[in-house]
């Protein structure tokens, strides 16, 4: 039985004269997410992309990897009839079978995109309500209630046949590539990797910096953050992990600034150098994982002066509304919690002050940086950052 799967999307196709550069970007992601020799054709058609499995293929594997193609609101797999009507009714209920055994009511829906099939849509879904109430004894039509639709599609090459509930849905949102590029303030925790996904959502590709300070961190930390953004590749595709040794700015900004201060001149340093190496990469913003009130650092205060060292290049928050449990719930869903809880330790909680300032001002915290030569170690840091290509090991 020939199968093939439809892809449907959402919110691009409201993209009026976009659509077609927004289904472009699609159909390469799709053709990206997939292991080259599954698919013999992608191709899209009146608002569907349809994808077109290589003999053999895993189909489920495909669905599989599909499911994470931002974008996609769902994936149908169907069956491919040639387009005359004693074939489809004879063989779309037998495919269709299985599926129906978990429903007791359903209605037909046709759409006839090639209007010289001698049947229209009305006739076709009558037909086929009658076929498929022959095939299977259990069911009942339910024009108003159903439990799942059948879905009979004559289009310009095939027909095709599918029940609603033999889809699956993908992860919605935007084609990867459709707004721009941004530099994702990756730590090892739970919120980074989620604000990662929910930026990347919505058409954002990727590149990633992390801060680094052996041997206050350990390798195995840092394992964890390429761990993690594998993970995230599985969603974006291929980007760059920018890793920052940040030990030696650490120990200076210690041993120079007042103690209540440390948090927040290493949070504007690591602004500084992200902004740096966001420029270097093509990034247009900064996205990080931080939610209001979390900790000390996150104040609104906090993040005021914090913003601040980023210059021109806007800091992307995506979190700042949600509360931990809402983040957890989404680090669950995309497949980063267990990696996320693994305990190692990140440079921001090397040296934490006891009393760190909540309500800093601006000019106060500037006065404390001043102490040190920021340009040099900002620098030193760009200079010395290494970068990888993360892939997903999919
Ligand atoms: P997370 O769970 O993402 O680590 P958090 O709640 O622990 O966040 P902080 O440690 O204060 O919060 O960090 C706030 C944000 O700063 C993180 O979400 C991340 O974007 C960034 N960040 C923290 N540590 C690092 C690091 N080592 N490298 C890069 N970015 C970092
Ligand atoms: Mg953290």
Known sequence: MKEILLIKYGEIILKGLNRSHFEDLLVGNIKKALPKDSWSCVRKSQAITYVEP?????????????QKVFGIVFIARAGVFPKDMDVILKEGPEYLAPAMETVSTFKVEAKRGDKQFPFNSPAISREMGGAVLRRCRHLKVNVTQPDTVVRVEIRDREAYVYADIARVSGPGGMPTGSNGRAALLLSGGIDSPVAGYMMAKRGVELCAVHFASPPYTSDRAKEKVVELARILAGYVGRYNLYVVPFTQQQLAIRDNCPEEHLTLIMRRMMMMIAARLAKKS??????????????????????????????????????????????????????????????????????????????????????????????YWVNKAVEEAQWEVIESEE
């Open 54 to 66: 290589a003999e053999g293929a895993d189909v489920d594997g495909m669905i599989k990897r599909l």
């Open 282 to 375: 093509g990034s247009l913003a900064l996205v990080t994982g931080e939610s209001l009130g979390q900790v000390a650092s996150q104040t609104i205060q906090a993040l005021a002066v914090t913003d601040e060292a980023a210059g021109d290049v806007p800091v992307f928050r995506p979190l700042i509304g949600m509360d931990k449990d809402e983040i957890v719930t989404i680090a669950r869903k995309i497949g980063t919690y267990e990696t996320s809880i693994l305990p190692y330790e990140d440079c921001c909680t090397v040296f934490v002050p006891k009393h760190p300032t909540t309500k800093p001002a601006l000019a106060k915290i500037l006065e404390s940086q001043s102490r040190l030569d920021m340009e």
